[in-house]
């Protein structure tokens, strides 16, 4: 779920597993000169995505912090990924707004190297990232896109909210471990926009974390499922349902930490104490 797009007040039985990945909002546009703010769209013709898009959101949000709204002089129009691209590149639109599935690589190369179509500066990201708590600044490096011919030829600052992993409440914390290890095999390597073992992370928007995924976050996966077999560790799981969870688990740590152990006393000792008995 991208992050920011939540309507309603109450997050209900939802939680979050984390932030997967930057979704950044890119906006390109035709001019003989750089456009430095977005209030410099005004009265342009611009593609702001289809309707319940993020990126709809993203810039009808960010182009009302710049006075332009719908209805208003600024024609904004529901043009959306390729669409909005074609209608760029062909002078049917001055200005077109990306992001997420929509600003492609191969999109955003081809508009780069297209004379006379810029791509947005925005020098203002600290203030964005502040009014709007979802999004973030991102900087795209100076030949991030084509080292030869230096594309882009400058660091472009940029802004974004990220993809959220989003999960009921009462999901399995087992299901919830192995979600979260997926998303780090997925998501967890450098990107144009991220380093190596960024995300996933526990960052809360508008939905809160998941206290199972937060203790992943911390610590790895729970003792059971580092311990046993999945399916074992599964069944012992559910056996500890109506138990003091915590308090079970202390004791199997050092049961299996006495199993390990050389010393048979030592063993015999710890596995007593374990089941509350004496020594």
């Given at each position: 779920?991208?992050?920011?797009?939540?309507?309603?007040?109450?997050?209900?039985?939802?939680?979050?597993?984390?932030?997967?990945?930057?979704?950044?909002?890119?906006?390109?546009?035709?001019?003989?000169?750089?456009?430095?703010?977005l209030s410099g769209l005004f009265s342009r013709r611009i593609a702001v995505g289809r309707e319940g898009s993020g990126t709809r959101f993203l810039a009808l949000t960010l182009l009302k912090d710049n006075g332009i709204e719908p209805g208003g002089a600024t024609p904004l129009l529901d043009l959306h990924g390729e669409e909005a691209a074609k209608a760029l590149l062909d002078g049917e639109v001055d200005a077109a707004f990306l992001s997420g599935d929509s600003a492609t690589p191969t999109v955003i190369r081809?508009?780069?190297?297209?004379?006379?179509?810029?791509?947005?500066?925005?020098?203002?990201?600290?203030?964005?990232?502040?009014?709007?708590?979802?999004?973030?600044?991102?900087?795209?490096?100076?030949?991030?896109?084509?080292?030869?011919?230096?594309?882009?030829?400058?660091?472009?600052?940029?802004?974004?909210?990220?993809?959220?992993?989003?999960?009921?409440?009462?999901?399995?914390?087992?299901?919830?471990?192995?979600?979260?290890?997926?998303?780090?095999?997925?998501?967890?390597?450098?990107?144009?926009?991220?380093?190596?073992?960024?995300?996933?992370?526990?960052?809360?928007?508008?939905?809160?974390?998941?206290?199972?995924?937060?203790?992943?976050?911390?610590?790895?996966?729970?003792?059971?499922?580092?311990?046993?077999?999945?399916?074992?560790?599964?069944?012992?799981?559910?056996?500890?349902?109506?138990?003091?969870?915590?308090?079970?688990?202390?004791?199997?740590?050092?049961?299996?930490?006495?199993?390990?152990?050389?010393?048979?006393?030592?063993?015999?000792?710890?596995?007593?104490?374990?089941?509350?008995?004496?020594?």
């Amino acid at each position: 779920v991208q992050s920011g797009i939540r309507t309603d007040a109450s997050p209900g039985d939802l939680v979050s597993l984390g932030s997967l990945f930057y979704v950044p909002l890119v906006v390109f546009y035709r001019a003989d000169t750089p456009v430095e703010w977005l209030s410099g769209l005004f009265s342009r013709r611009i593609a702001v995505g289809r309707e319940g898009s993020g990126t709809r959101f993203l810039a009808l949000t960010l182009l009302k912090d710049n006075g332009i709204e719908p209805g208003g002089a600024t024609p904004l129009l529901d043009l959306h990924g390729e669409e909005a691209a074609k209608a760029l590149l062909d002078g049917e639109v001055d200005a077109a707004f990306l992001s997420g599935d929509s600003a492609t690589p191969t999109v955003i190369r081809r508009l780069l190297w297209t004379p006379g179509v810029r791509m947005l500066d925005f020098p203002q990201a600290d203030a964005f990232a502040r009014r709007h708590r979802y999004l973030n600044k991102l900087e795209l490096p100076m030949g991030a896109f084509d080292f030869g011919k230096n594309l882009p030829p400058k660091t472009i600052y940029l802004v974004g909210p990220t993809a959220d992993l989003i999960a009921r409440r009462n999901l399995h914390p087992a299901i919830s471990d192995l979600l979260i290890e997926a998303a780090r095999e997925v998501h967890g390597g450098a990107t144009l926009l991220q380093n190596a073992g960024q995300f996933p992370a526990p960052v809360a928007h508008e939905f809160p974390m998941s206290e199972e995924a937060l203790r992943f976050y911390r610590s790895g996966k729970s003792l059971l499922y580092r311990s046993l077999p999945f399916w074992l560790a599964s069944l012992a799981d559910r056996a500890l349902v109506g138990a003091s969870r915590d308090a079970v688990l202390a004791r199997a740590d050092v049961l299996l930490r006495a199993l390990a152990e050389p010393d048979h006393k030592r063993r015999l000792r710890d596995g007593q104490a374990w089941m509350g008995g004496s020594a």
